[in-house]
């Protein structure tokens, strides 16, 4: 009876080790926006409106593409290479939509090494979290 119930609500809706992953990652992504932001004299608490418009389109990058790849449908104890992968090619897709909504609809310009450094940076930063947390689960699994 508890695997029907744990089936059905897995195909229902999102569970808590799920919701943590998306937390983390959404949390982790706006961290690196702001310490550039940071990095170059940018306020975020006396600028809000300049910090939202700067996370908002790698977050919106990054939900799209976690949906269409299925980053958050795979199981967190998956392999570490499939984290790697998954987070890589989230990550790669999901930084090139930022940078078009960043220039497109937010109308923000960035200097040419810009798109080197947010997906260097987001590369390291999220990979290295994801597997990270994978191989940790599964050391303890």
Same mark, same amino acid.
């Given at each position: 009876?508890? #695997? ?12 808590? +080790?799920?919701?943590? @992953? ?16 940071? #990095? ?12 939202? +418009?700067?996370?908002? &389109?790698?977050?919106?990058? *990054? @939900?799209? /593409?976690? =949906?269409?790849?299925? @980053?958050?449908?795979?199981? =967190?104890? #998956? ?11 989230? *990550?790669?897709? =999901? ?15 960035? =200097? *040419? &090494?810009? &798109?080197?450094?947010?997906? %260097?940076? %987001?590369?390291?930063?999220?990979? %290295? *979290?994801? /597997? ?10």
């Amino acid at each position: 009876m508890d #695997s029907a119930v744990q089936t059905t609500d897995r195909s229902r809706g999102i569970d808590r +080790e799920t919701l943590l @992953l998306g937390v983390c990652d959404v949390g982790l992504l706006a961290g690196l926006v702001i310490v550039g932001q940071l #990095s170059h004299d940018v306020n975020p608490i006396t600028q809000p409106v300049a910090s939202l +418009e700067a996370i908002a &389109p790698f977050i919106i990058g *990054w @939900l799209v /593409v976690a =949906a269409v790849i299925g @980053l958050y449908t795979q199981s =967190a104890a #998956s392999s570490v290479a499939q984290a790697a992968r998954l987070t890589t090619a989230t *990550w790669l897709g =999901a930084a090139n939509i930022g940078l078009l909504l960043r220039q497109g609809v937010f109308g923000d310009t960035a =200097a *040419w &090494p810009f &798109p080197l450094v947010i997906t %260097g940076f %987001g590369l390291l930063l999220l990979v %290295g *979290w994801r /597997v990270g947390y994978t191989a940790v689960l599964r050391r303890t699994s």
